[in-house]
T-cell receptor, first 111, second 117 residues
């Protein structure tokens, strides 16, 4: 699976949009971009995933560049409960491929 | 959304004893389940992958005789830490792949914190 690069930490004011970037320049055509987050002392929580089109659900939006070499996770109105480590992971859909976790981005949402 | 439960949420045991952790997919079937381990301030590390009805596949460096995995049904997998030692103290997290999901999305349990004295 392709490797991803994320900033180690980011800050965001409560109520503002949090835009978390991820670089995956070696992504292959059949690899999806997945986002998970891990709140302290809990298991990771699935957020969203996409292949090449932008995706939106009740939690977040995922913007993938046309060349698919990078993506941005957008939390439109960050709350204090969104403080967590966010992981961007690239993997082949289906089959037996697993999720490989990097260090992620520690997002701190402040009042 | 898909829910994965783990039991117990935390356990304290004496060195040399065995501990069993259960992982259940509550509202979906999971042909494949995964076990991860996370040490303080580190990321999740995959320990093993188990498919229902077959033997688990262990990652390099993970002792299969120490970490026994059973995946007897489409909704239940267990991890048994045998002869636990203090260095096995960690946060153990299971994950289940939704059989019905076309892209094989994985959902995670809340984790089990193991402390071996």
């Amino acid at each position: 699976d392709a490797k991803t690069t994320q900033p180690p930490s980011m800050d965001c004011a409560e109520g503002r949009a949090a835009n978390l970037p991820c670089n995956h320049s070696t992504i292959s055509g059949n690899e999806y971009v997945y986002w998970y987050r891990q709140i302290h002392s809990q298991g990771p929580q699935y957020i969203i995933h996409g292949l090449k089109n932008n995706e939106t659900n009740e939690m977040a939006s995922l913007i993938i560049t046309e060349d698919r070499k990078s993506s941005t996770l957008i939390l439109p109105h960050a709350t204090l409960r969104d403080t967590a480590v966010y992981y961007c992971i690239v993997r082949v859909a289906g089959g037996y491929s697993t999720l490989t976790f990097g260090k992620g981005t520690m997002l701190l949402v402040s009042p | 959304g898909a829910v994965v439960s783990q039991h117990p949420s935390r356990v304290i045991c004496k060195s040399g004893t065995s501990v069993k952790i259960e992982c259940r997919s509550l509202d979906f079937q999971a042909t494949t389940m995964f076990w991860y381990r996370q040490f303080p301030k580190q990321s999740l590390m995959l320990m093993a992958t188990s498919n229902e009805g077959s033997k688990a596949t262990y990652e390099q460096g993970v002792e299969k005789d120490k970490f026994l995995i059973n995946h007897a049904s489409l909704t239940l997998s267990t991890l048994t830490v045998t002869s636990a030692h203090p260095e096995d103290s960690s946060f153990y997290i299971c994950s289940a792949r939704d059989r019905a999901s076309g892209t094989g999305t994985q959902y995670f349990g809340p984790g089990t914190r193991l402390l071996v004295l």
